[in-house]
């Protein structure tokens, strides 16, 4: 049977391109076609029905990329991602618009893209540029849209579906034309977007703010400036910021989200972070990232709302079931509740989806070490991992002196004295100016009795971080112990110093070796 040229498009979209969707609609629909696009959120009960049999009843399929659209690409349960699943499964003829700076080549892209979507590079495509908007509309309607197709048809939709995109394009329809300033806002947002995702914060900043004075309607330019200002501790700027892509779109959960984690990691209004982050999960019950921000929160050692952590860590897990952070911090939680194997699965869990977790494996170590499970060939195993992962990431999530400290400390509390000397040269061959390194050393050499080399390690480690108060006093109680009074007291003024910041328990330790026994006992 021959192909028939069929008029029909769906238009897929994330929020942030909403002009450039919006434009490409009114093009399509200005020149005959039957096109749908989800204008203004769908009611959530009928949705997934709604959007599903959209796709089915539209031949073409018409999805816009961008860098920002990648953002939730990741998460199996996100829409956009859906939606382009599910043209592929219905062989719609799949248009990919580019906007600027979407590149299938990235990494960002190709870790985005994952399973069935990395077909998407299959498909011919189309760049965008707004100054040549009507260039490429009138290229993707003589050239992209206008073939026939043979193993596409579109299908009937229910009379639920029917009603709902009836209602969804009168409302496009009665929208304002959209206007070239707009379109070169997102332009500049999505400019934007990829220097923030590159650290260059100063050019994102211009360039968002560029996107708001061609559009101060913009609240994905003023959420994501409130990320920016989050991280460069400007809080006061960073809330306004989030309360004004809030007052712009209510609905935004994304924002109240970011709000979340300002309130929590910066300012810490653990209400204020709570209330944010259970609105965020009102708005998107299916956004496992809240979940997951929530159940850092509850699990913060100023809440010790443990129980409920646990609820929010599964969930998340239960939304993006690849979701290796959330594992891991999980197995943190269960460990500090002394479950032990259900930790232990945890972060098996966690680097079964990222196999390079260094800290998947440091705390792994952790947990297997301890003196209720005293599995230490495991544990060394473990260690070793995560050494040769720091080795081969140096940029990644830990350092590498905290696994070879951890090793170390391994043999120390096994009493294996010469194999720890062994790891921690090793280490400060790799790393000379880590202080902690030398100070576990030097501790080492101590116990030993090679108070020459001890003292040595205990002077680098001072040298290399002067205010580190627990180096100070193990030289204090060093040279106390050698006789070397008067060098002692210089490092007791020095050590009382620091130990007024530090934890009880150093303080206590810190008057022992001064002979203050009453006052350690305080």
């Not at 219905?90 to 248009?95: F, G, P, Q, S």
């Not at 984690?261 to 209400?271: A, G, I, P, S, V």
């Not at 230490?376 to 905290?402: H, Q, T």
Request: with cysteine.
């Amino acid at each position: 049977m021959p192909g028939r040229i069929e008029k029909t498009v769906f238009i897929s979209y994330r929020r942030t391109n909403f002009y450039t969707a919006l434009a490409v609609y009114q093009d399509l629909t200005a020149h005959g076609y039957d096109a749908f696009f989800d204008y203004q959120s769908i009611d959530s009960g009928n949705f997934e029905k709604v959007i599903l049999e959209n796709i089915e009843s539209h031949v073409h399929f018409v999805v816009i990329l961008s860098p920002s659209a990648l953002e939730r690409c990741s998460e199996p349960g996100d829409w956009l991602r859906r939606e382009i699943e599910a043209a592929i499964e219905l062989k719609r003829n799949i248009v990919p618009l580019m906007m600027e700076g979407f590149d299938f080549g990235s990494p960002t892209t190709i870790q985005a893209l994952s399973g069935n979507l990395a077909m998407l590079n299959t498909y011919n495509g189309l760049r965008l540029y707004a100054d040549y908007f009507f260039d490429a509309m009138e290229k993707l309607r003589t050239r992209f849209l206008n073939v026939a197709l043979e193993d596409t048809r579109s299908r009937e939709v229910s009379a639920e579906t029917r009603l709902a995109s009836k209602t969804t394009k009168s409302l496009a329809k009665e929208a304002p034309q959209v206007e070239s300033q707009q379109l070169t806002a997102e332009q500049w947002f999505e400019r934007a977007y990829s220097l923030q995702e590159a650290k260059n914060f100063d050019e994102a900043i211009r360039c968002y703010t560029e996107a708001l004075r061609l559009e101060p309607d913009l609240d994905a330019a003023h959420n994501n400036l409130g990320i920016i200002l989050s991280d460069l501790k400007r809080n006061d700027e960073a809330e306004a910021a989030y309360r004004k892509a809030i007052e712009l779109n209510p609905s935004y959960a994304t924002a109240y989200n970011n709000l979340g984690l300002l309130f929590h990691e910066n300012l810490k209004r653990y209400d204020d972070a709570k209330s944010a982050f259970y609105k965020a999960i009102e708005l998107d019950p299916l956004y496992a990232t809240t979940y997951y921000n929530l159940g850092n929160l509850l699990s913060d050692e100023n809440l010790k709302c443990y129980e409920d952590a646990e609820v929010a860590y599964c969930k998340a897990i239960e939304l993006n079931p690849s979701h290796a952070t959330a594992y891991y911090n999980l197995g943190n939680l269960l460990q500090s509740l002394n479950r032990y194997d259900d930790a232990e699965a945890a972060y098996h869990k966690a680097i079964e989806i990222n196999p390079s977790y260094t800290t998947a494996y440091n705390n792994l170590g952790n947990l297997l070490s301890n003196e209720n499970l005293k599995r230490y060939s495991d544990a060394e195993a473990a260690y070793r991992k995560a050494i040769e992962l720091s080795k081969a990431f140096p940029s990644g999530d830990m350092s590498l002196d905290i696994a070879y400290i951890n090793l170390g400390q391994l043999y120390f509390d096994q009493g294996k004295w010469q194999e720890a000397i062994t790891v921690l040269t090793d280490a400060i061959r790799v790393n000379p100016d880590s202080a902690k390194l030398y100070r576990q050393r030097g501790l080492v050499y101590q116990i030993l009795e090679n108070l020459e080399l001890a003292q040595q390690d205990f002077k680098q480690a001072i040298k290399l971080q002067p205010d580190d108060g627990l180096t100070q006093m193990s030289l204090f109680g060093l040279l106390k112990k050698i006789g070397k009074d008067d060098e002692a007291r210089e490092h007791e003024v020095r050590a009382r110093k620091f130990a007024k910041s530090d934890t009880e328990y150093n303080q206590a330790c810190f008057e022992v070796l001064c002979g203050n026994t009453e006052e350690s006992l305080n």
